[in-house]
């Protein structure tokens, strides 16, 4: 699923390519996808409108469109938006968007001379039309942008929570944007147990999980994000922050660190992956600074 790091890069690779395009003509083969209004009024209500602006919150990708209304894209599982050349009309190649074989759901057709595929395979993924994203229930609940968050402020949001570091991580009532794969880099670096309770966190280990935290996600925007599963970027092609994945799909392989074999446990129905011994729960109170 793509996480923020994903969803920041299909942000700047469409800030590149479509912003002032004007939507001239929308086909719809799986009405499933569109949440918000009903798959006819959303063609009549966005064909001629301009791409503005795009914007990013959480997980969620926003078009500010020339009307003031907002096209919003939940990628959820399978979701992805690939841009490419529009054919002269009778000479798609592609596996005919509409066919059973096709996972094209949405095309949008940008003049002058663009096509955006939206892509989902599972079809869990969300379009909505609509006049403000910020009053969508699940952004309403939704906890600050890791990269808006002060060290102060995080520290206090810790004080109040009594779960484990890993889940609490994934939470997006919490923290915004982060999922499966980052929640594990970010504690593998932090040298810290995806398992212990957040009570139990010395205040070092508060300030090191916050720093690493934002050196991980800036890292994996850098390199366009991680395609390990269905995530790829604008262009088709895949992001490249998969190879600087320390832990997360790498179970049973040496850890880069120790050699120790990285362990995956389930939490909360996730698989979680970490290096026993890097990660280990220090003895007593506060972690040494270079344990070797
Ligand atoms: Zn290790």
């Known amino acids: 699923m793509p996480e923020l790091p994903e969803v920041e890069t299909i942000k700047g690779d469409l800030e590149k390519t479509v912003i002032g395009k004007k939507i001239s003509r929308i086909e719809i083969f799986n009405p499933k996808v569109i949440r918000q209004p009903q798959a006819a009024e959303f063609k009549r209500s966005l064909t001629g409108l301009r791409v503005k602006r795009v914007l990013r919150r959480g997980k969620l990708l926003i078009l500010e469109l020339s009307n003031a209304k907002f096209l919003t894209v939940h990628f959820k599982m399978t979701g992805q938006l690939v841009l490419r050349k529009q054919e002269p009309a009778g000479e798609r190649k592609l596996p005919d968007a509409g066919s059973k074989k096709s996972i094209t759901r949405v095309t949008f057709y940008l003049d002058p001379g663009l096509a955006l595929d939206y892509n989902d395979l599972r079809l869990f993924g969300e379009l909505r039309l609509i006049d403000d994203w910020r009053k969508l229930k699940f952004i309403q609940e939704l906890g600050p942008e890791p990269f808006g968050l002060s060290l102060t402020d995080f520290k206090k949001m810790l004080a109040k929570k009594k779960t484990k570091i890993k889940p609490l991580l994934l939470d997006q009532k919490f923290i915004a944007g982060i999922g499966n794969i980052y929640a594990s880099e970010i504690l593998f670096r932090s040298k810290i147990d995806p398992q212990r309770p957040v009570h139990d966190l010395s205040p070092l280990e508060q300030t090191v999980l916050y720093k690493e935290m934002l050196k991980v996600l800036q890292s994996a925007i850098k390199h366009g994000g991680s395609s390990v599963d269905d995530y790829v970027r604008v262009s088709g ?41 890097c990660q280990a729960v220090p003895s007593s109170g506060a972690r040494k600074e270079n344990p070797r």
């Open 237 to 277: 092609k895949n992001g490249d922050y998969a190879r600087f994945h320390q832990v997360y799909g790498r179970n049973g392989k040496p850890c880069l660190v120790c050699r120790t074999p990285i362990k995956r446990i389930a939490q909360g129905g996730r698989g979680t992956f970490f290096c026993s011994k």
